[in-house]
């Protein structure tokens, strides 16, 4: 007679797992402060390495780096203009990542409260959120 086993892994659902795969990336790139200031930065407007320089006070070197790590996870994107590259912030890149940590931060009815609340409510003495 032969017996199957069916052993369910110890660790994260494949599901979140890919997940997980996905978004690290992204969540890296974005973790370095400055490329986290030039994705804020072209969140305002497209800009050239030039005038990200002349905002950031980094140099020519610097940038271009930084906005190569941001286009290797598809979170800027290039287009030639004359002898400059304009970049773009590529927020669709962005959307199922903040989607999906929307959901975590909603996962409880606190984080609901605290994420839905909007920046400028605060906390009341009695726990109820003042707006």
């Known amino acids: 007679m032969d017996v199957v086993l069916s052993i369910e892994p110890i ?3 494949s599901e979140a797992a890919e997940r997980a795969r996905e978004w690290a990336p992204k969540l890296k790139a974005l973790g370095d402060e400055t490329r986290l ?3 804020l930065l072209l969140l305002e407007r497209p800009m050239t ?3 990200l320089q002349e905002a ?5 070197t610097l940038v271009s780096h930084h906005l190569g790590l941001l ?5 800027v994107s290039m287009t030639p ?3 400059s590259n304009v970049y773009t912030l590529c927020c669709e890149e962005l959307a199922d990542v903040v989607r999906g ?5 909603t996962a409880t009815p ?4 605290a994420c839905c609340a909007g920046p400028d409510a605060r906390p009341a003495a009695d726990g109820q959120t003042i707006r």
């Open 56 to 60: 950031t006070g980094l140099g020519q």
């Open 49 to 51: 390495v030039k005038e």
């Open 81 to 83: 203009r004359g002898r």
């Open 71 to 75: 286009r290797a996870q598809d979170l």
């Open 11 to 13: 660790g994260p659902s």
């Open 101 to 105: 940590l929307a959901a975590v931060a």
């Open 110 to 113: 606190e984080g609901a409260e």
């Open 37 to 39: 200031t030039i994705a």
